[in-house]
């Protein structure tokens, strides 16, 4: 099937909720894209869209109150290979494949994925054997080769290290050696910079970048900041109160974007003038997806909302505008909305 050539991952129509005691949260709700092969695809929305939702549901690590209610999320690890992740046994031994294996996941902090009580070596060595079938002594081979790749000076001294005993950088390095040494198809980079300060922030995402060349894998990459997006990824999803509402290449999202949330996002980037404020553009925070406005979810803090049409019709389909470009916004089409 040509899709699976160039498709690692599909996703349709992905509603993960939790039932709490204020009422279900709707973190994720009917959410559609996919990530191409050896691509980069951006997942960008500001803080409580239901990105991480998205990322944990795809690894199948949704913990209760929450629950898949419905989609499907298909993995076509490779042209042979597809994989419908939803249809998995909890407990079985194609999910813990998919785990670290196929599909590897890092988190914004670095000491979540990391034990502090064993060495650096030790843990990636665990990652290696679990998935592959080599000695201990040639897994400590690997994992020298693997810290050598993510820059890590010396890495047969360092090997040996404990996580606290190296910088945030240094042990943001470690996890994306480990995250990588099964060589996966497909990498979740869940805000894998927010912890770190802003040098260290370009390096790291230069790096992702340099190995996703080296090994031909795609990257989903979950940022609140477009300027990371700008720096990095080939096709843009943006994300607000649980479904994407707009959808598009890097150029065409960055030259021309159709959504007035999309617009504010850029908005508030720092500017060459405006170098290191960034200017709060969009008014309000994202409600709680337990109380979703009626009509466009971005209505009560979208400066372009015509009363009458946008606060009372259904929320808008995410709709083709050409091959490459989709948005759901019911005013999409008119000249007034710019940038
Ligand atoms: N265990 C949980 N129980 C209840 N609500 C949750 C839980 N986990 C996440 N949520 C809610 O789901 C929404 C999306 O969260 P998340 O995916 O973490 O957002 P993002 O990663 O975009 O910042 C948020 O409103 C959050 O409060
Ligand atoms: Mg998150």
């Known amino acids: 099937m040509s899709a699976n050539n160039d498709i690692v991952l599909r996703v349709e129509n992905l509603r993960t909720y939790f039932e709490t005691d204020g009422g279900i949260v709707r973190a994720v709700d009917g959410v559609t894209f996919s990530v191409k092969r050896g691509k980069t695809l951006a997942l ?193 999803a943006v994300m607000y109160l649980g479904r994407i509402v707009e959808q598009a290449d890097i150029r065409d999202l960055m030259k021309t974007p159709r959504h007035p949330y999309t617009m504010g996002l850029l908005k508030s980037l720092p500017s060459l003038s405006n170098r290191h404020k960034r200017l709060p553009s969009i008014s309000g925070s994202v409600p709680s997806p337990a109380e979703i406005p009626t009509g466009c979810p971005f209505h009560p803090r979208c400066p372009y909302c015509v009363k009458g049409l946008c606060d009372t019709a259904a929320a808008p389909e995410l709709t083709s505008l050409d091959s490459k470009h989709s948005v759901a916004c019911l005013r999409a089409n008119d000249s007034e909305l710019k940038l």
Request: proline content about 4%; overall charge negative.
């Open 44 to 236: 960008v929305g500001e803080s409580g869209c239901g990105k991480s939702v998205t990322a944990y549901s795809i690894l199948r690590l949704i913990q209760k109150p929450g629950k898949i209610i419905s989609g499907r999320i298909m993995l076509h690890a490779d042209e042979q290979e597809s994989i419908d992740i939803l249809s998995l046994s909890e407990k079985s031994d194609e999910l813990y494949d998919i785990r670290g294996g196929k599909v590897s996941m890092i988190f914004q902090e670095p000491m979540t994925a990391l034990s502090p009580v064993h060495t650096v070596g030790n843990q990636i060595c665990e990652a290696i054997l679990l998935h592959q079938d080599v000695s201990r002594a040639r897994a400590r081979e690997i994992a020298i080769k693997a810290l050598g790749d993510v820059g890590i000076p010396s890495p047969q001294k360092r090997i040996d290290i404990y996580p606290h005993e190296i910088s945030g950088g240094m042990r943001q390095r470690v996890v994306i050696a480990m995250a990588l040494v099964c060589r996966p198809q497909l990498l979740i980079a869940d805000e894998p910079t927010t912890a770190l300060d802003v040098t260290i922030q370009a390096q790291i995402i230069h790096l992702i970048k340099e190995r996703q060349r080296d090994l031909s894998m795609a990257v989903m990459l979950i940022t609140h900041d477009l300027g990371v997006v700008a720096q990095s990824a080939d096709d843009v």
